[in-house]
């Protein structure tokens, strides 16, 4: 049975992606933030126990991906319970809005941090097992802020457009290994990110894609043949750049 692995998995993008992909009779290994004891979460928790049915294994971590000394160890214990992902879909990330001359640089670093370092050091962790395994699939969520200008939003569009680099990058290097490396390039999607501290914004949500969509768009990636890869997958609302 093949086996995702899917990093901001506890809500959002991440928990449908975990659900579509369970549906489609994968194992899971899912990892989001970690309690203030270092365990997986209860959102995680309970996402996990309602996919656990018949002989799906689901394995579950809590690692702090803006901790660059947490994710070796963390994703090494993960890994070590004998679950070989086939696909590995790097979709946790963060955003900050605010004028790119008054950022704080500990704000800065951690943005980095989350959404391009963090995707480094996963897949650092998993290219060694999809190279033994013969290959697989690394889909890596980014945004069209990647490819656009949006004032305020210019550190946010900056690490998208790193990790959509670094993404070009890795496939051309792992093609010879037979690893696939794909970009889903996605406009607004109505997810938890619009609630948090560091994103202010007054886009109207009901006009943004539904994470289901997503889940979906990440799956028809997944389920390509072995011998193609669809290298950047851009999903946009029908009502264009909010």
């Not at 126990?49 to 018949?54: F, K």
């Not at 955003?95 to 640089?105: F, S």
């Not at 060694?128 to 890596?140: E, H, K, M, T, Y």
């Not at 997810?191 to 994470?211: C, G, I, K």
Request: net charge negative; aromatic share 4%; with cysteine.
């Amino acid at each position: 049975m093949a086996a995702v692995l899917i990093t901001g998995a506890s809500r959002g993008i991440g928990a449908a992606a975990a659900k579509a992909f369970a549906a489609a009779g994968y194992d899971l290994l899912l990892l989001s933030r970690p309690t203030a004891e270092g365990k997986p979460g209860p959102e995680l928790e309970a996402l996990a126990a309602s996919l656990r049915q018949g002989d799906r294994r689901v394995e579950i971590a809590g690692i702090d991906l803006a901790d660059s000394a947490a994710i070796g160890p963390g994703l090494a214990e993960l890994l070590g319970r004998g679950l070989v992902p086939s696909v590995v879909i790097n979709n946790a990330g963060a955003a900050y809005t605010g004028a790119l001359a008054e950022m704080p640089l500990d704000q800065w670093q951690w943005l980095l941090q989350l959404n391009v370092t963090a995707v480094f050091q996963v897949c650092q962790a998993v290219l060694p097992l999809l190279r033994s395994a013969g290959g697989g699939l690394i889909i890596n969520v980014s945004s069209h802020a990647a490819h656009k200008t949006f004032p305020d939003w210019g550190a946010y569009a900056t690490t998208k457009a790193a990790k959509a680099c670094f993404t070009r990058h890795l496939a051309a290097e792992e093609r010879a290994h037979g690893i696939r490396v794909s970009t889903l390039t996605l406009g607004a999607v109505n997810t938890p990110l619009w609630d948090t501290e560091t994103v202010h914004s007054d886009f109207d949500r009901r006009a943004m894609l539904e994470v289901g969509q997503v889940a979906d768009a990440l799956l028809v990636l997944a389920q390509q043949p072995a011998n193609q890869v669809v290298e950047d997958l851009t999903l946009m609302p029908a009502a264009g750049a909010l």
